[in-house]
């Protein structure tokens, strides 16, 4: 997936990109597009809409951006998921508010992206986090996500529904309108597709790819979710007997076969996601005991 980042600009905002850019516009024959630049490598895109698009090395680019628009060391929501990638254990989805007076203070404690992060590091911070911040934790199961799966859901469906749900639940605990951020998995298009006709869909959302490094709100979500996934995956360890391992390589597939035949396959169905193809590749089917 190219690099790329997604936000809503006002009017305002958009008069002041294309004076900002009036040096770099090239040709183009998009009818949605108002403008098109590129600078450094960075294609900058600016819909009709209002929308913004950068695509490439964005990063520094979009440092220019926010000290133009005024939005350096802004206060936002950000929402990112974890378990999305392992065998055993829920989806977990943390959306969670950073006012722009906490963003030293967290930078301080040493918060960044969850997945670059040790255990120990996360259960040390998580609980510090979750009394600093407002924010909202949504947990499916692997039953429930099963569940979802057979009424015709793929996993980005599952995390739009998720991130939707998370989003919504903090905004009305914040009660004031602040920039949303989510971890990109997918075309924002796409996202609101996977969205339509649900009754109540938040639109305003700002799509990153490794968004935690452009907000921390985004890493401080990763890390109270990594930590409720943590916690669930002892849940379910103590359960089936079995320290259960993060992921989907070799070790997984050991323990699902072990499960499998020292258990049964109802012994799998509150731990395991069942449409992952370890399954089929270890032969595992469903059965009744």
């Known amino acids: 997936m190219v ?9 305002n905002q958009v008069t002041l990109l294309l004076e900002m850019y009036s040096a770099y516009e090239v040709e183009h024959n998009n009818a949605h597009l108002s403008f098109k630049g590129t600078k450094d490598s960075v294609d900058i895109l600016i819909y009709k809409t209002g929308s913004l698009v950068l695509q490439g090395d964005y ?3 979009l440092k220019r951006i926010k000290t133009r628009l005024g939005l350096v060391n802004f206060s936002a929501i950000g929402s990112d998921e974890v378990g999305t990638g392992d065998l055993f254990g829920p989806v977990v989805v943390c959306s969670a508010y950073v006012p722009k007076e906490q963003i030293e203070t967290l930078e301080q404690m040493g918060v960044r992206d969850s997945k670059s992060m040790t255990d120990k590091k996360i259960i040390e911070l998580a609980p510090k986090l979750t009394k600093m911040l407002t924010h909202s934790i949504l947990i499916l199961k692997p039953e429930k996500y099963n569940e979802m799966v057979r009424r015709g859901f793929n996993m980005n469906k ?30 924002p298009r796409i996202y609101f597709d996977y969205l339509d006709g649900e009754a109540n869909v938040y639109k305003n959302i700002s799509f990153y790819t490794n968004a935690e490094s452009i907000h921390i709100s985004v890493a401080a979500a990763s890390i109270i979710a990594r930590y409720a996934f943590l916690a669930k995956m002892q849940q379910f360890s103590k359960y089936i007997g079995l320290r259960l391992t993060k992921g989907a390589g070799k070790k997984a597939d050991e323990q699902l076969v072990k499960i499998y035949h020292e258990k049964g396959y109802q012994a799998l169905l509150p731990i395991t996601k069942l449409n992952f193809r370890n399954l089929k590749k270890n032969n595992i089917i469903p059965s009744v005991k």
């Open 158 to 187: 599952i995390k739009a529904f998720l991130h939707n749900q998370a989003i919504i639940l903090t905004t009305r605990k914040v009660k004031k309108e602040v920039p949303v951020i989510v971890d990109q998995f997918c075309a």
């Open 59 to 61: 990063k520094e680019e």
């Open 3 to 11: 690099n790329s980042y997604s936000m809503s600009l006002s009017k």
